[in-house]
């Protein structure tokens, strides 16, 4: 098992967000956060990764801040680098692997381009795919979101491949229709 | 007034694109664009993630200038007044408050009572986005350029922004650009890209 929830909940200006949400994540599971907007989503996978406080529960992380992988709601918030190719190889360990992801998110000749430059679904599937290169734990806040059908298709395949061969995946979604190819659903 | 009246009193709006091209760090992201586009109610831009539907939308709105070309929005041969929503919702606040946000945009705070007293970073990404369709569809130009006005909304929250651009879309134009086909059967025009 990777992550174990027990019984968390979060207060926000005396309103509760969620209360009492427990689940698990095992290995080589593919977990889906489902509500609608302002359901909490977001505000639980802060706490997941200690950047907002819970008011209660507990949870148990059984890996290093260096096996886990995040994309937020906003990839934005993720660039750090001045070009696509530096920021896509920060996140992967060696080249080849760099090379495959410019090529699935069909940014090859955007390489040295900055990535604030990209289209939003562009700076999403930029991030989506290195992450899915490395780490053991993925945690994808709306990963669905501004991708076109093919796109969309694409990103599922690779999730559901990912979760089966590599290591185990949470991703939200306020749509019905991505929640079917999750083996786990949490509703808030 | 009614759909058919409407058609009768004011003209149609026309997008007119003469070989339009923009190219950035030496890429060209749109090219060779031409036609004329016309309608009354809603045109769409549509297609793959990264094809320009972004870049045309802002070129239409005056942001950006094409490298070569001519693009112009007219109504009775006048270029139209536009207001353009970001499809990155952080993209269409600059104070960090609502009310204050409301007041720029020269909007009652009545129609807003749920927003009342609170920030932009306290609204999760679809409220914000829910909320940047609520101001522009108050606002009083005559054309509204909205950019994926559905990313991020649920599906209760889509088909009210449906509902909305449906309605307003019989009193102003609007252009969206969008991955969604929702919007298919009631666009009168559409842009492939
Ligand atoms: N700092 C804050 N102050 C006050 N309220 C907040 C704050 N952060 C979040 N909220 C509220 O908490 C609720 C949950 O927010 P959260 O971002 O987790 O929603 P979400 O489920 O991710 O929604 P979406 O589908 O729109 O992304 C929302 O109603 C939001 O307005
Ligand atoms: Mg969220």
């Not at chain 1, 940014?107 to 289209?119: I, M, Q, V």
């Not at chain 2, 112009?72 to 104070?95: D, G, I, M, Q, W």
């Amino acid at each position: 098992m990777y992550l174990n929830v027990k019984k968390i909940s979060k207060t926000i200006n005396n309103r509760h967000i969620f209360s009492d949400v427990s689940f698990t994540v095992d290995v080589n599971e593919l977990v889906c956060i489902y509500g609608k907007n302002g359901s909490g989503k977001t505000c639980l996978l802060r706490c997941l990764l200690n950047l907002t406080k819970m008011d209660n529960g507990s949870f148990f992380l059984k890996l290093t801040a260096d096996q886990i992988g995040v994309c937020f709601q906003f990839p934005e918030h993720l660039i750090y680098h001045r070009t696509v190719q530096e920021e896509i190889a920060s996140l992967v360990d060696d080249s080849d692997k760099a090379l495959n992801v410019m090529e699935k998110a069909n940014l090859k000749d955007k390489g040295g381009n900055s990535p604030l430059s990209l289209s939003e679904g562009q700076k999403r599937l930029m991030f989506i795919l290195a992450l899915m290169q490395k780490d053991k734990f993925l945690i994808f806040d709306e990963p669905l979101t501004s991708l076109d059908q093919e796109s969309k298709k694409m990103i599922i395949e690779e999730m559901l491949a990912y979760k089966k061969n590599r290591g185990s995946i949470i991703y939200t979604t306020n749509r019905i229709e991505d929640i079917y190819f999750a083996d786990k659903l949490i509703c808030l | 007034m009614n759909k058919e009246n409407r058609g009768k009193v004011n003209p149609p709006f026309f997008l007119t694109l003469d070989t339009v091209n923009y190219v950035k760090n030496h890429q060209s992201i749109i090219t060779e664009l031409s036609g004329i586009k016309s309608f009354y109610k809603l045109c769409l831009i549509k297609g793959r993630v990264g094809c320009g539907k972004t870049t045309l939308l802002k070129m239409i709105a005056g942001i950006y200038t094409p490298s070569s070309g001519d693009l112009s929005l007219t109504r009775n041969n006048r270029e139209c007044l536009k207001y353009f929503v970001h499809a990155n919702p952080e993209f269409n606040f600059v104070t960090g408050n609502i009310a204050d946000e409301l007041q720029i945009a020269g909007l009652s705070q009545e129609k807003f009572v749920d927003y009342a007293n609170r920030d932009v970073s306290e609204l999760s990404g679809g409220e914000l986005k829910k909320l940047s369709i609520l101001i522009a569809l108050e606002s009083d130009r005559e054309v509204l350029l909205i950019d994926e006005p559905f990313e991020m909304l649920d599906d209760t929250e889509m088909d009210a922004v449906y509902e909305l651009i449906k309605s307003v879309s019989e009193k102003k134009g609007i252009i969206v650009a969008t991955h969604e086909n929702i919007l298919d059967h009631i666009a009168e025009n559409v842009i492939f890209l």
